[in-house]
């Protein structure tokens, strides 16, 4: 049996989107800059797919900025805020400590350029709390980025209070909603968010596409020159195919998230039931304010590469935590910041699901995993001084 289980990683480009992009491929070809027939016809196409996505969000057309995924999306919104509150003096940024590594290098190398940066403390079940947020701004803070659901251990933070607490402070507030997208419901207005990530792949759509949605007069600085697209805000020739297919995905999975969360909530549950079956694991995040497809756990007495490669031979596709860090030594950053200790970081799985998994592939999956953590144990010195009594046991 073949299982895809890595969803949080990239997803399946659905029909819908594949369908959507075939004649912007072939017949409909022309540059969108251009003032011939062909080139209007292009333009038209882009001027009609910024509106679906707008929809989708609770935003306007011209708010949408078209980039390549989530991580320029993350260092344009990032960038754009310092650089406008550089020049009023205000040179203290917050995030959190779990973010995802496009906002946390972002906001390293701003360090180096003089800013302040404060990362919050997350609690163990992965949730910041507004209050955190309300006691970090200063007079001097120029901006607030928390996402809103996490990408490894998938909780989901309280985007709409905290929204509210920086609009009430003048803080401009931004969210990398990269994992959201398509799973939970976004309204801009309604949640008070001045900047939104958004990549295409998370959400049946295709690679190297996504949006930055930035409110209405919060000022944009290019990350890339050259031309007049995209308002000056992003030069380069927008990606028709690309953009027509993100917006058909996007508009699908809206339509559908309810429906779809619902399935996925019940599948998400089943094989949280079934591995927490496993002695001496444990969930990471809230069991009940994640994403609905995401599960993660870690296993003590294990390494979570051994773990992946055996899950793969079984014809499970899982990971160990963000396809972004893959092939790092270091452990998750994410689970180090909800207070999991090194040598349990490093025995973890990420098993992310989409609409297209099935019962019978989760049935099959608590199986597989029982089998491999066993077999790992079975062979490990550390899980023999745990079970000897030599050392003790962290997860209860």
Known sequence: MRVYLDNAATTKMSSTAMEAMLPYMDTVYGNPSSLHSAGQAAAEALITARRRIADCIGASPKEITFTSGGSEADN?????????????????????????????????????????????????????????????????????????ANNEIGTIQPIEAIGKICREKGVLFHTDAVQAAGHLSINVEEQNIDMLSL??????GPKGIGI????????????????????GRRAGTENIPAIVGMAAALEEACTHREDNAKRLCSLRDKLIAGLWQIPHAILNGDAAKRLPGNVSFCFEG??????LLLLDDKGICASSGSACTSGSLDPSHVLLAIGRVHDIAHGSLRLTLSEENTEEQIAYTVEAVKEAVAYLRSFSPVWHDLVSGRKEFVIK
């Not at 973010?99 to 003089?114: D, F, I, N, P, W």
């Not at 294990?302 to 773990?307: K, Q, V």
């Open 76 to 148: 344009q919104a990032i960038l754009s805020a310092a650089r406008a509150g550089e020049k009023k003096g205000r040179k203290h940024i917050i995030s959190t400590a779990f973010e995802h590594h496009a906002v946390l290098h972002t906001l390293q190398k701003l360090e180096k350029e003089g800013f302040e940066i404060t990362l919050l403390d997350v609690h163990e079940n992965g949730i910041v709390l507004p209050q955190q947020v309300a006691d970090a701004v200063r007079d001097d803070t120029c901006l607030v980025s928390v996402m809103y």
């Open 302 to 307: 294990i390494e979570g590469e051994s773990l």
């Open 212 to 231: 930055l949605y930035a409110r209405a007069g919060v000022p944009l600085a290019p990350l890339i020159e050259g031309g007049a697209q995209e308002w």
């Open 199 to 204: 990549s295409a792949h998370k959400f049946h």
